[in-house]
């Protein structure tokens, strides 16, 4: 099926690290329709150790779709991580959060996160906002 969009030519890897991520589930088929394939990960260390896999792997993701607030450590830090890394200067970072409050929004920004979506959010618009950024040239 060929269409205007670059998406269904390469499939995009997205891992969504979040505390509640059985509840999430059901937007894996939406994303996979898209040509987007998603991994779930419920704490922030164990994306940690995936991600520093990936990178020995060379199969880093597109993007991260993170929650800022989790049992293990805050979102924040795994961003800070991500960014300082020159292996994921490519990969996009978007945080998920409850913390809707502009310095919140401000403090996501200027860590790094290519995108700050409050929740709760529609799937419409972060899956549009998603293959938005995936689509821009870095």
Known sequence: QKGGSDMSEEIKNIIWIDDEADKLVSYSEAYSKRGISVQFIRTLTRAKRELQERASADNLPDAILLDIMMPD?????????????????????????????KSDIDKGLNMGADLYVTKPFSTRHLMKEVETLLNKES
């Open 73 to 101: 450590i805050d979102g924040y830090e795994v961003c800070k991580h991500i960014k300082s890394s020159t292996r994921h200067e490519q990969t996009k970072v978007v945080f998920l959060s409850a913390k809707s409050k």
